[in-house]
């Protein structure tokens, strides 16, 4: 029989709370355009838990069947939940905290739980009722406290989410922000109209402006071709299409890898000559100066932290070619490879797909990364053959647009 225990919410509130930060982020990159909201007791400040924590995952009508398929490749479902068209659970125990995922269509029978804690959150009398049956059942069978609970929580749906107002929070400037060397990168950024554009655009380049920066570069997956239309006229050139990818690092399998991470105390310099030789011959001043503004621009994003990500891939003694493992600023345990290549001699023998996925263990085992994003022009088909291979699944594509100040 299982059964049932309870702490104090207190106790587990904070790594909670970074569990909840971890998936926002992450099913920012995984599910576009779902709202990751932290439900259930450890979204509420006072009270007893299980010790779990639960997330609800809102999505359109049109996007839950996709949805619902992406979460299933990378998380197992909660088989004692229901499943339907408008609603799917999930669970997993990989994390610091048991995790409960509930996928709902927005707007539908199923989308309750945000509304059922903020009742719980907002009414005393309710919070001491709930308290008290997790007391009642402490050390009893977790069937019969689930059972009871759920007739509590049928009660608070019926007479207090009627009431609520949860009307939608308005539209708020938001984009994530990189500084290079002499540019500024806004990522991340969704606009609906050229009134959000052109909001976005003045606070992007005022910033550029005042940290003297020569130009700034836009990542969009949205622009239509009205919309590039207008970002032309805006002085904006579209300089790259790109293709996006995604990998739960969870779902690695131990392998060894033949591969050594090369930390010697020449490893910039080392870097840069492996890099040079990548992008060309290593006696052509173009590639040499492209290395090193390369590890400049590395180490402009990450700062003075940047060693930490070179690695020259040997094999023996010899190189074979550049890894540059990262976790993304201001991206909680998201794993980045800022560069990955073979030298010349080295690719068309099936290499790739296997120094690529050495690169994805580092990002677990070296960075503490929870998944991996992953980009490539859609033009560059053996790097996409390579994302394939090792089972990334594909978001969507995005435009890059440079503008010179």
Same mark, same amino acid.
């Given at each position: 029989? =299982?059964?049932?225990?309870? !702490?104090?919410?207190?106790?587990?509130?904070?790594?909670?709370? @970074?569990?909840?930060?971890?998936?926002?982020?992450?099913?920012? =990159? /995984? %599910?576009?355009?779902? $709202?990751?909201?932290? +439900?259930?007791?450890?979204? +509420? &400040? *006072?009270?007893? @838990?299980?010790? &779990?924590?639960? +997330? %609800?995952?809102?999505?359109?009508?049109?996007?839950?069947?996709?949805?619902?398929?992406?979460?299933?490749?990378? #998380?197992?479902?909660?088989?004692?939940?229901?499943?339907?068209?408008?609603?799917?659970?999930? $669970?997993? &125990?990989? #994390?610091?905290?048991?995790?409960?995922?509930? %996928?709902?269509?927005?707007?539908? *029978?199923?989308?309750?739980?945000?509304?059922?804690?903020?009742?719980?959150?907002?009414? *005393?009398? /309710?919070? @001491?009722? #709930?308290?008290?049956?997790?007391?009642?059942? $402490?050390?009893?069978?977790?069937? *019969? #406290?689930?059972? =009871?609970?759920?007739?509590?929580?049928?009660?608070? !749906?019926?007479?207090?989410?009627? /009431? %609520?107002?949860?009307s939608p929070s308005s539209q708020t400037l938001n984009y994530k922000c990189l500084q290079g060397p002499d540019y500024l990168t806004a990522e991340d950024v969704v606009c609906k109209t050229t009134s959000e554009w052109s909001e976005l655009l003045t606070d992007l380049e005022a910033k550029a402006q005042a940290h003297k920066k020569d130009r700034v570069l836009l990542v969009t997956k949205t622009a239509d071709l009205v919309e590039r239309d207008w970002l032309e006229q805006r002085g904006y050139r579209l300089r790259a299409e790109t293709v996006k990818y995604f990998f739960d690092l969870a779902n690695l399998q131990d392998e060894d890898f033949p591969f050594q991470w090369d930390e010697s105390k020449r490893i910039v310099s080392e870097v840069e000559s492996v890099w040079a030789e990548i992008l060309g011959q290593t006696n052509t001043s173009a590639s040499v100066v492209s290395a090193k503004r390369q590890v400049k621009n590395l180490q402009s994003e990450l700062g003075e932290a940047y060693t930490k990500s070179l690695c020259v891939v040997k094999e023996g003694d010899e190189a074979l070619g550049l890894l540059l493992p990262h976790e993304e600023p201001s991206r909680l345990q998201q794993g980045r490879l800022f560069y990955f290549g073979l030298l010349p001699q080295y690719r068309g023998k099936g290499m790739a797909a296997t120094v690529h996925r050495y690169g994805l263990h580092l990002l677990r085992e070296r960075f503490g990364a929870d998944y991996y994003i992953g980009s490539t022009e859609v033009k560059n088909l053996p790097m996409r053959t390579v994302f394939q291979k090792n089972g990334c699944l594909l978001l969507g594509t995005e435009q890059l647009y440079e503008k010179w100040l």
């Open positions: 029989m =299982e059964t049932a225990t309870f !702490v104090p919410v207190s106790h587990v509130k904070k790594r909670a709370e @970074t569990i909840v930060r971890l998936h926002q982020e992450k099913f920012r =990159e /995984l %599910l576009p355009g779902a $709202e990751v909201v932290h +439900i259930g007791s450890t979204a +509420i &400040d *006072e009270g007893f @838990t299980k010790g &779990d924590v639960d +997330i %609800l995952v809102r999505v359109s009508a049109v996007f839950f069947s996709e949805a619902r398929s992406r979460l299933s490749r990378w #998380y197992p479902r909660n088989v004692g939940s229901m499943s339907n068209h408008l609603f799917c659970a999930f $669970e997993t &125990d990989r #994390y610091e905290l048991p995790l409960g995922i509930q %996928l709902a269509v927005k707007g539908s *029978e199923f989308d309750i739980f945000e509304q059922v804690t903020e009742a719980l959150r907002s009414n *005393e009398e /309710l919070r @001491t009722r #709930y308290d008290a049956l997790k007391r009642k059942h $402490e050390g009893g069978s977790m069937e *019969e #406290y689930r059972s =009871e609970k759920a007739e509590f929580l049928y009660e608070v !749906v019926q007479s207090t989410v009627p /009431l %609520l107002n949860l």
